[in-house]
């Protein structure tokens, strides 16, 4: 787990990403609301009009619009540009434990300690529906991203998936600038769909005998109150936790749904489950009062509800805190970006890093992207001519298109890949050496040659170390387990690959990288070493904390060393020539002539060797540059 933001504050009760914005809203058990820019790491604004814990939060889509609900038993809405709260809705009877905007309809959802799950209208401020049917408290409740459903959770122990489509047809129709329009023109909003009147026909038909909402399936299999229920991004399945400290995954069709499989692993009640918003990811993340996050990869689970045969699932990764309980779970809709609420803040964080390890040889961008199939190979050619079109924001568009596959990495490590931590490209043997991430360290060396590109290329060689890349035609440098040495290895060995020769470092080393034929750098916690990898020898020194990332100039003659919130430019000797402090985090750089140009998290930056810096661009998000 990647760590990106964090804060120290009363409990944590409920968590919403904005879904095109780096913000992030967090309700507290004292009561109030926090609005966080959780990219800069700044508070950007306060509510405080809730009586009581604040149990849940939501941001809309496209307006600038937020709910909230809590144990004063109300549903507020708010607008972030105005920064106050446009009206109330009363009605629920008990705390309000989750709200929810619909995807289109201007519908707010919320659940409550009353048994029930009321759907309002926020634009004529009206309840069109009072689901009822439960039987105790209504932990949950969550629309489905596409269809018209719902999944509920209640500590009655069952799952209910309501069926909405009756009331989407009675209640919407196409916009005529009635009563949605006045409300928009006020407080500056745009709406492609408004309400009928629901005056008197709400109050006649408002509970669930009627037609308009109608329960498809009780699902049943818990045996202790279900603390939350939602449904897969793409897919037919649903998850849910529950108070018997089990995670159950659900899959559902026209005519029936049924229990899937069990996850067991937790150890107290399971506060929050969901699944990975990413399509290509069958993954579920649930956290717990066991004071632990867990990553479950249920890919084997979904494939065997399609194809049939046996099922295994793995747990992961676990993360846990040393006296604070999980409480709440949100996923960005379309970032690697996750949060998750405890006793005592929140923490923003990735599952894995996003920064594509890539090597670049002469005209060519190797980089591995990972599917369910496995890890692949590809190649960009940068001297072909590309035709770039630039977006509103003075920033080129993402390039649709792959670079040109090159094969397929059996990593032999099941059909989710770890992600890789670095690649090294030899023209000379057509080889690359990968750095994994996982549990243990380990280095894979492949040959790219012989055979159709289609075809699984697996490990000639498979070593445990930090990290390794190439020093001579056929010779290799990896920084073994421990750190405290270097071992110069052959590439045409064996399995095993053959030691030719051990470098013995001064002090453990945290990173490594090439400089140049039969040279490396070794970052420590403190310092970079210049090493001679032939000779065994170290060249020079230079003090210089928590390097990350190494950037040679075209001609080998400086070299970038990019820390965390450092850049220091230094020649091919260890000499340093400038050091540049950011408050912001850098993420990457490339050279352009003696031109430096690096990002931070809101910024495209130029860097002179004699230590003039300034800014070229900001930037809306993260950008890698190489």
């Known amino acids: 787990m990647l760590t990106k933001f964090e804060t120290k ?64 038993h109300k549903v507020k809405l708010w607008n972030h540009k105005l920064r106050r709260c446009l009206f109330t809705l009363h009605g629920h009877l008990d705390y309000v434990r989750t709200v929810t905007f619909h995807h289109e309809s201007p519908w707010i ?246 920064r594509p390890a890539q090597a670049i040889y002469e005209n060519k961008v190797f980089y591995i992207k990972r599917t369910r199939e496995g890890a692949h190979l590809f190649f960009v050619d940068t001297s072909r001519p590309y035709q770039v079109q630039m977006g509103s924001n003075g920033l080129p568009k993402t390039q649709a298109t792959e670079g040109t596959f090159a094969a397929t990495l059996d990593t032999a490590t099941g059909s989710t890949p770890p992600p890789a931590r670095s690649i090294s490209y030899n023209a000379s043997e057509d080889a690359l050496l990968v750095s994994w991430i996982s549990d243990t360290p380990k280095i894979e060396l492949y040959r790219l040659q012989g055979g159709q590109g289609s075809d699984r290329k697996p490990p000639v060689q498979k070593v445990k170390g930090i990290s390794a890349v190439f020093v001579a035609r056929n010779r290799y440098a990896l920084l073994g387990r421990d750190a405290s040495f270097i071992e110069i290895r052959d590439v045409r060995s064996d399995d095993s690959g053959a030691c030719l020769k051990v470098v013995n470092l001064p002090f453990p080393g945290q990173e490594m990288f090439y400089a140049g034929t039969g040279h490396v750098l070794v970052a420590s916690s403190t310092a970079v070493l210049l090493v001679d990898a032939q000779q065994g020898i170290v060249l020079g020194e230079l003090a210089v904390s928590g390097v990350k990332y190494c950037v040679w100039s075209p001609d080998m003659s400086m070299v970038a060393l990019l820390s965390k919130h450092t850049v220091t430019i230094a020649t091919r000797k260890l000499e340093q020539m400038c050091f540049i402090h950011e408050t912001i985090r850098i993420k990457s750089g490339a050279w352009d002539g003696r031109i430096l140009v690096y990002s931070t998290l809101n910024h495209l930056k130029y860097a002179l060797p004699q230590g003039d810096t300034g800014i070229i661009k900001t930037i809306p998000s993260t950008m890698y540059i190489a």
């Open 9 to 72: 504050s009363n409990r944590v009760k409920g968590l919403a990403f904005h879904p095109h914005r780096p913000w992030l809203l967090a309700s507290l058990h004292n009561g109030s609301i926090q609005w966080w820019d959780f990219r800069m790491g700044t508070l950007l604004e306060r509510f405080d009009e809730h009586e009581g814990p604040v149990r849940s939060v939501a941001f809309h889509q496209l307006q600038p619009l937020f709910a909230s609900g809590g144990d004063d």
């Open 109 to 354: 959802m919320s659940s409550s300690d009353d048994q029930t799950i009321r759907i309002w209208n926020w634009q004529s401020r009206q309840c069109v529906a009072i689901m009822t049917g439960h039987s105790h408290y209504v932990m949950c409740a969550n629309f489905h991203p596409v269809e018209d459903l719902v999944v509920s959770a209640s500590l009655d122990q069952t799952l209910r998936i309501w069926d909405l489509s009756g009331l989407r047809k009675k209640h919407t129709k196409p916009s005529t600038g009635g009563m949605g329009g006045g409300m928009e023109s006020q407080y500056g909003m745009h709406s492609s769909m408004s309400t009928s009147s629901l005056g008197g026909q709400a109050s006649g038909d408002i509970f669930t005998q009627g037609n308009d909402v109608i329960v498809k399936y009780v699902l049943e299999g818990h045996y202790r109150g279900v603390n939350w229920a939602s449904f897969h991004p793409t897919q037919p399945f649903i998850v849910s936790g529950s108070d018997d400290r089990q995670i159950k995954i659900w899959r559902y069709s026209d005519s029936r749904a049924y229990e899937l499989e069990s996850l067991r692993g937790h150890q107290n009640n399971i506060s929050c489950v969901l699944f990975h918003p990413n399509k290509e990811r069958d993954i579920v993340i649930s956290n717990a009062e066991d004071k632990s996050i867990r990553v479950w990869d249920v890919g084997s689970v979904i494939n065997k509800s399609f194809r049939g045969g046996g099922s295994t699932r793995s747990d992961v990764s676990v993360f846990r805190r040393e006296h604070d309980r999980f409480w709440v779970l949100a996923a960005h809709p379309d970032s690697n970006l996750f949060a998750a609420g405890h006793d005592s803040g929140l923490v923003v964080f990735k599952l894995e890093r996003e």
